[in-house]
């Protein structure tokens, strides 16, 4: 088991571009989510799907598409970087939406110049 | 509002037992997990209480009381291994699905 997996692990963007962030799970979890992280401030939700063909919007959604065609995959985009962008990102995946512990990815570290 | 609170930073000594707090508002309660992170990591899953009292796993425990909206991470024979952040989230019980994260506490050990 590889349990929840992301790429790249860093990304420097420029101011405009855009990119795909990807993870993959093999456990069969229903429930997928993307975090962003920031110093001194807690987790935020930025879109979840709870199966695939279902997403929804999270806390942070703005600037962030993502989809879910198959169980194991949970892309997320970035449609045109800007620096308030500039975080470390999270994948997690958990057996159901509640009740449940969340396994996450090794993280994504972007910065956009 | 919904919110979480947890001191931003504690400083410990190897051997010693320390006392990590949580605070949180939330509509809704459906329980309360605690994960630990080390710097550059990812977070992984420590504990995760619904009920009130204290549950005990290994070096590790967790309370819960509900009706105070509280609960501590209890760390027991620290070492030097267990400094990182550690992160309290509640989850709400509303439609959403989301956990209220809190900041996280960085705890240093000391030898």
């Known amino acids: 088991n590889a349990g929840v997996t992301q790429t790249p692990k860093f990304q420097v963007l420029k101011t405009g571009q855009s990119m795909t962030l990807q993870c993959a799970q093999d456990m069969n979890h229903e429930y997928m989510s993307w975090y962003r992280q920031d110093p001194g401030m807690g987790l935020r939700l930025i879109h979840y799907?709870?199966?695939?063909?279902?997403?929804d919007q999270g806390e942070v959604p703005n600037g962030y598409n993502v989809s879910r065609s198959t169980t194991e995959d949970f892309p997320l985009r970035l449609l045109s970087a800007a620096p308030s962008q500039t975080s470390v990102y999270f994948c997690a995946s958990s057996k159901t939406p509640t009740h449940n512990e969340q396994f996450f990815g090794p993280g994504t570290r972007l910065t956009v110049l | 509002g919904q919110n979480i609170d947890q001191p931003t930073e504690m400083t410990a000594t190897e051997g010693a037992i320390v006392q990590i707090n949580c605070t949180y508002q939330?509509?809704?309660?459906?329980?309360l997990f605690w994960y630990q992170q080390h710097a550059g990591e990812a977070p992984t899953f420590l504990s995760y209480?619904?009920l009130d009292g204290l549950e005990e796993k290994g070096r590790f425990s967790s309370f819960l009381s509900r009706s105070k909206g509280y609960s501590y991470l209890l760390l027991k024979e620290l070492q030097m291994k267990d400094s990182a952040s550690y992160l309290c989230a509640a989850e709400s019980g509303d439609s959403n699905y989301q956990l209220i994260w809190g900041a996280g506490t960085k705890l240093i050990i000391k030898p």
């Open positions: 209480n619904v």
């Open positions: 799907s709870v199966g695939a063909g279902i997403t």
């Open positions: 939330t509509s809704g309660f459906n329980g």
